[in-house]
């Protein structure tokens, strides 16, 4: 029994796990807002595709044995949802933001519905890669039981980036998104380009919402995501569409949740509703330190949120 | 612009006509499976009863039924009232606090033929009830809180409540006296009365144990948060804590991140034994099954909350059987078993108080003084606002 109570250590702990542990959903849906973006295409639905998403995983993980079989289903439905919102969105008129919003009370309603069967029973979880046996300290072990979905998340984001930056279809999304006009005039289909981009967003946010319910907390229940797939669409903006910006983001506000309660574990009991508000304070602050009164914001694409 | 879009339609594009086509077909297999759920359900309660007409009772939840928590406590207490003769329930789950409400209650009255209603959540009182209340006059109507006030509101209108203290108070014993750091964790969802109540009682019980045990709270803000639920317990496990327990809507992140951790837990609202075999000791659970037979002897004997013969106000702890504590876990030993059946019994005949003075604050101020005893039904505890001594925590956040 070595290290009874590790202390203070205890909150840069608790935030190192909780970038890992509650970082994962954001990371996810971040780099799959970022690539619907990319083409010029808002999904704010992806809120409801997130609890499509936990949903599906651990239904099929609890029905079948197999929490990877999960993650897949979680996948192809996170793409069935992102189908139907590339078909309204693509259609005269339609304006993304009110689909997304339509999506969000959609996708949640096909979870709740579907879901309530499986609030109750326990499905077997992800898998964990234990690096932390070499140390004697039980929270340090803890710590480093890390998800493969986290690596898979973490090896994702730069992997996007070199796709963005050195691929033909990268450049094809690239340019989709920011001016397709001239995309049109080399001869891309716009509208299958960007179904093509907001379904492969879409199935991204499924794997999110498996890790909700298959890895970190493990349950499914109809407030596993209180709002996170918002704030993952919110952090691409913060993260100025760069893939890797999106994981730094997402690693600082899966670890900002884990503050609040960390710091009163220790013993700092004023302040915990401040302390809990902390993603949502330092959203506001870097968004006022960063924002230009000159210029629009660097980095967004050109064609996003305008009707063509 | 309007004339860029023209070569985008080729993809999956519908016309206006198919559309109504298909709106139109929707709206026509709505009404009709409306329409055969209806002609259905009077077929269901002519089944339920022997040769005299049954007693409908409906329930509405604000949640899911098997939440492992204050819904499903409900649900057992209305699946073993189904079981006694002659009586039929109606159930409607995941009915929000608005006039969503309303509507659940006067189809339950005028479609299934309800005599008596338990809308179970506590936003449903004001003005759901009191308006469906004044319009059925001949229904009864009885809801978890103690909220009824005589004269102001309907006469067909009344309140029950399980006061949880005493169950929580065996429990802080066993935790206690099971746990070998002397460090108990306690994971709550917002610094109210009610929950003070609940966290209170666990531990004045284990102070009773171990007059220097301390015990960490933390407040996660809100009734169902379960990233941050999981992150509060993993928090207090680092921390040392080897018991945990909490009041939050669904025990059930709690008490598994708890087993994963390899700690113990203490349940709350109904019994979670399941979710962990190893490290499940006890926990306070409401004994719904029995608070609603003890309801269903009362109508079956001709008795009405309209006509008096049936108290407005009905509170209850473990004496009146409102209040259960969940089965023991494998961690529980024989000899902590025994005292925990005794405290229990001497709850029961009245010979222990769970606020029993002097009772200080974590801040050394006398809040119950000394020679006072408080029964868990006394309306002075509904105020309380103070963490016991040897919490860690604050209330004003």
Redesign the interface.
Known sequence: MAAETIGWWGVPLAIAAGTMRGGTPFLFVSLGECLTEKSGKINLGLEGTLLTGAMSAYAISYLTGSPWLGVITAGVAGMALGLLHAWLTQQPRVNDVAVGIAMIIFGSGVAFFLGKPFIQPSAPQLPTLNLGTWSSIPSVQEVLKISPLFLLGVALAPLMTWFFKSTRWGLLIRAVGDSPDAARAIGISIPKVRMLAIIAGSFLAGIGGASLSLYYPGIWSERISSGQGLMAVALVIFARWQPMQCLYASLLFGGAQALGPALQSVGMTQGYYLFNAAPYILTLAIMILTCSPNRTIFGAPGALGTDS | ?ST??VP???????RRRQIIRGILATTAFGITSKLVGCSSSPEGSSAGGGDEKPLVIGFLYV??K???GFN?AHAEGAAAIAKLPGVKIVEQA?VPETTEAQEAMRNMIEQDGATVLFPTSFGYFDPHILKIAEEFPEVQFFHYGALYQEGKHPKNIGSYFADVDEGQYVAGRVAAATSK?GKL?FVAAKPITPVLRNLNSFMLGALSVKPDIKM??????DW?????????T????????DVVSMHV??P??VI??AEK??IFSSGFHTVQSS?APKGYLTGAAWDFPSIYTQYVEKFKAGQTVIDDSIPHLIRGGMKEKFVKLAPYGAAVSAETQKDADDTQAKLIDGSLYVYKGEIKDNTGKTEIPAGQNLKVTDPALDKMDWLASGV???V??
Request: net charge negative.
């Open positions: 612009m860029r879009e985008t339609r080729g993809l999956l594009y519908l949640g899911a098997d939440d492992f499903q995941n750091k964790g960490q709270v933390i407040f996660t803000g169902s948060l379960p990233v941050k639920e999981a992150e509060a993993n928090s207090l496990a680092d921390q040392g804590v809507d669904s059930k992140v598994e991140t951790r390899g979710l860690i925590g604050n004003g956040g």
